[in-house]
């Protein structure tokens, strides 16, 4: 029987209030200084991914948490004006919706959050039947959402148990742990791995000390190695590294665009040229490409150069979700580049 949505997105959605371009860093002592755009836009990197798979033309639907105000309406109204599903969105009683500032500069960005109920998000914001409804599920900003990060992996191996794919885009933890112990083991039921470079450095550099075999991967990992932080390592081999995990890797780097490794063949694609209004959400816009074109049956270097299309044309407008293109925009852009393979 067809699944009703093709794609379940949990995790984080928020407000975010994106102002910019800033030309320095802020400064204290009550100053105000005038910017040129200030917008309230949907943001949380979940939020994102949901939006750009349904502008894509995926049936999708949401799973997470927010507040009983303002800003959860918010997020519940843009959610469905895109066609997002959000039936299970649950309504905290008590803390606030999450709320993010985000300063612009150039294509970097400040980003400030007040986490509000994304602590409260848990195992019980992920109904079974929106498991068993989707071919794909996708978890966003890991590290936002403790309570859900330490039952994540046995939510991933209730989706594969109904035939669901899995994917994760950790994004950046605040906290600069990146909490092995609890990732660890949750990478064991991750299909697709979606970090950017940085991250998947400091990932890489984080699991390698409890993973013999991705020490042994990456000499240069291992604790006792000078470079034991993972800071000197390239992209390649930081994917390298953490396919060895078991996920097929799929790291965003920036204007550089986009490898993936699974484990023995790297792949990797051109960015699509892009000028950019701002960056943000270019990561989790591009999760959402690869994540449609491996549903609509594209070989790897075909998906990574149409999730790097999604990625680039994200950044023409901005905050997340306002310059998403559609699946023909994408599959356009996408043919300017030309991926190619390594083993
Ligand atoms: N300046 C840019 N020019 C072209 N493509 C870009 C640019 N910035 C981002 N992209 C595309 O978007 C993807 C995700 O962006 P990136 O900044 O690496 O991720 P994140 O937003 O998670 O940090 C990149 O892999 C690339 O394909
Ligand atoms: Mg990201």
């Known amino acids: 029987m067809p699944r009703p949505f093709d ?18 860093a802020p400064e204290f002592g009550q100053r105000e200084q005038l910017v040129e755009t200030g917008r309230m836009l949907l943001g949380g990197s979940a939020a994102i991914t949901a939006c750009g798979a349904a502008r894509l033309g995926l049936r999708v639907a949401f799973a997470g948490r927010v507040g009983d105000d303002a800003a959860g309406a918010f997020v519940r109204t843009v959610l ?28 970097d960005r400040a980003i400030l959050t007040a986490p509000g109920c994304l602590t409260a998000t848990g195992p019980r914001d992920v109904p079974d039947r ?17 309570r859900l990060a330490r039952s994540l992996g046995g939510i991933f191996a209730r989706a594969r148990g ?15 742990c990146w909490a092995p112990e609890l990732l660890g083991p949750v990478l064991k039921f991750v299909d697709v791995l979606l970090p950017n470079a940085a991250e998947a450095r400091a990932l890489a550099a984080a699991l390698a000390p409890a993973s013999p075999e991705l020490a042994l991967a ?6 006792e190695s000078p470079e034991g932080d993972g ?25 550089a665009g986009a490898l993936a490794h699974d484990g023995a063949v790297l792949t990797r694609t ?28 594209l070989d790897l270097p075909a998906a990574l150069s149409l999730a ?24 356009a852009a996408a043919l300017t580049t030309r991926p190619g393979s390594t083993a």
Do not use: Y
Request: glycine share 10%.
């Open 270 to 297: 051109a960015a699509v040229p892009a000028d950019p209004v701002d960056t943000v959400g270019a990561g989790d816009s591009f999760d959402a490409g690869f994540i449609a074109a491996v549903l609509h049956g």
């Open 162 to 176: 109904h035939g669901a794919a899995t994917s994760l885009d950790t994004n950046d933890d605040p906290a600069q």
């Open 130 to 146: 929106l498991l068993a409804a989707s071919r794909h599920v996708h978890a966003g900003s890991f590290f936002l959402m403790p």
């Open 231 to 255: 800071a000197d390592i390239g992209p390649a081999t930081a994917a390298a590294a953490l396919a060895r995990l078991g996920p097929l890797v799929v790291l965003k780097d920036g204007a």
């Open 80 to 107: 469905a004006e895109r066609g997002v599903d959000v039936s299970a969105l649950a309504t905290d009683p008590e803390l606030p919706t999450p709320l993010t500032t985000v300063l612009t500069h150039g294509a």
């Open 308 to 331: 790097a299309a999604c990625g680039a044309l994200s950044t023409r407008a901005h905050g997340g979700t306002e310059a998403q293109p559609t699946w023909d925009e994408a599959r």
């Open 218 to 223: 990456s000499p240069e990992l291992a604790p």
């Open 7 to 24: 794609l379940l997105v949990i995790g984080d959605a928020n407000p975010d209030v994106v102002v910019g371009p800033v030309p320095r």
